[in-house]
């Protein structure tokens, strides 16, 4: 036979052409399925202003001793901003004293319980204040405090509001964010995107940025969240090691009929070693894995 023929008789190919029009059915009837998902009213522009901005600030910590001054300061110095909670880890090292000193309120725990604890300890703290606002940040220097006050406006018409990472001329040159986190967390953010997935608009959401930590939720929002947070936390619905966190957040706010909205922020070196290791390549293949079969499964 010559190579029209082999072509015309291969088996193989056969089953190749037969796979790709079952993949390609399966995606059409998935995308005509979500026509109107998430479409009422509800899911459309509302101008919801926030009257007198109070903001509560939630920073985790683990051995950030080089870093908590400049980052609490900073914080406290924005516009809006009444409360600072730190939440420490069982740090090790002058992370709680040099907090208090710079007139951040610090709870500490004994137990290093992950990066997902001290959210959900720092989100109650914070719902006992008077804050109308509640935003998480983290205490690597990566993130800038002033980006508050563009992300504080979206919140008069949504819900929550999360950074994005990805836009180079936004991003310090060095930063822990290589090709393989970069594209990493945007694939993650797009596999999220597809499993809310709708005709119009393409969706509720729009991520880009799996991983960013940097997020503020209005307090009725944040208020209705956080018992179903609880749960599915300590239940170990969400993976034990924390990192799971982010995307589980990105999930949580649209599964509970919520609105969302990523908006690029600045992004910093960052000082010191990253504790989740996620810029070694082989630990940020566990972590993306993990969160995409977290995604597909939840």
Same mark, same amino acid.
């Given at each position: 036979?010559?190579?029209?023929?082999?072509?015309?008789?291969?088996?193989?190919?056969?089953?190749?052409?037969? &796979?790709?029009?079952?993949?390609?059915?399966?995606?059409?009837?998935?995308?005509? $399925?979500?026509?109107?998902?998430?479409?009422?009213? $509800?899911?459309?522009?509302?101008?919801?202003?926030?009257?007198?901005?109070?903001?509560?600030?939630?920073?985790?910590?683990?051995?950030?001793?080089?870093?908590?001054?400049?980052?609490?300061?900073?914080?406290?110095?924005?516009?809006?901003?009444?409360?600072?909670?730190?939440?420490?880890?069982?740090?090790?090292?002058? @992370?709680?004293?040099?907090?208090?000193?710079?007139?951040?309120?610090?709870?500490?725990?004994?137990?290093?319980?992950?990066?997902?604890?001290?959210?959900? /300890?720092?989100?109650?703290?914070?719902?006992? @204040?008077?804050?109308?606002?509640? &935003?998480?940040?983290?205490?690597?220097?990566?993130?800038?405090?002033?980006? /508050?006050?563009?992300?504080?406006?979206?919140?008069?018409?949504?819900?929550?509001?999360?950074?994005?990472?990805?836009?180079?001329? +936004?991003?310090?040159?060095?930063?822990?964010? !290589?090709?393989?986190?970069?594209?990493?967390?945007?694939?993650? !953010?797009?596999?999220?995107?597809?499993?809310?997935?709708? +005709? &119009?608009?393409? !969706?509720? &959401?729009?991520?880009?940025?799996?991983?960013?930590?940097? =997020?503020?939720? =209005?307090?009725?929002?944040?208020?209705?969240?956080?018992? @179903?947070?609880?749960?599915?936390?300590?239940?170990?619905?969400?993976?034990?090691d924390g990192w799971m966190f982010l995307p589980y957040l990105h999930q949580v706010t649209i599964d509970n009929g919520l609105k969302t909205v990523e908006i690029p922020i600045t992004f910093n070196k960052r000082n010191g070693e990253s504790k989740s290791g996620a810029q070694r390549? /082989?630990?940020?293949?566990?972590?993306?894995?993990?969160?995409?079969?977290? @995604?597909?499964?939840?």
């Amino acid at each position: 036979m010559n190579f029209i023929e082999r072509i015309y008789f291969s088996v193989l190919l056969k089953w190749i052409i037969l &796979a790709d029009v079952i993949w390609m059915g399966c995606l059409v009837t998935f995308v005509l $399925k979500r026509k109107q998902y998430k479409t009422d009213k $509800k899911y459309y522009l509302e101008n919801n202003p926030i009257e007198d901005p109070k903001i509560s600030v939630v920073i985790p910590t683990f051995n950030e001793e080089e870093n908590v001054k400049k980052i609490v300061t900073d914080y406290i110095s924005q516009k809006y901003v009444e409360h600072v909670f730190v939440i420490d880890n069982n740090s090790s090292d002058k @992370t709680v004293e040099i907090a208090k000193q710079c007139g951040a309120k610090v709870i500490t725990k004994e137990i290093n319980k992950g990066f997902g604890d001290s959210c959900i /300890l720092g989100f109650t703290e914070s719902l006992k @204040t008077d804050a109308n606002i509640i &935003a998480l940040t983290e205490c690597d220097g990566t993130y800038n405090a002033y980006d /508050l006050k563009k992300m504080v406006p979206y919140l008069d018409n949504c819900d929550t509001v999360v950074g994005t990472r990805i836009i180079q001329v +936004l991003t310090e040159k060095g930063n822990q964010n !290589g090709i393989f986190n970069t594209w990493g967390n945007f694939f993650i !953010g797009k596999v999220i995107q597809a499993k809310y997935f709708s +005709l &119009a608009h393409m !969706g509720i &959401a729009s991520y880009t940025d799996m991983g960013c930590a940097h =997020r503020c939720f =209005r307090r009725e929002s944040l208020e209705h969240l956080l018992p @179903t947070i609880k749960i599915d936390y300590y239940d170990k619905k969400i993976d034990g090691d924390g990192w799971m966190f982010l995307p589980y957040l990105h999930q949580v706010t649209i599964d509970n009929g919520l609105k969302t909205v990523e908006i690029p922020i600045t992004f910093n070196k960052r000082n010191g070693e990253s504790k989740s290791g996620a810029q070694r390549k /082989l630990r940020g293949l566990e972590i993306g894995l993990k969160s995409i079969l977290f @995604t597909l499964k939840s």
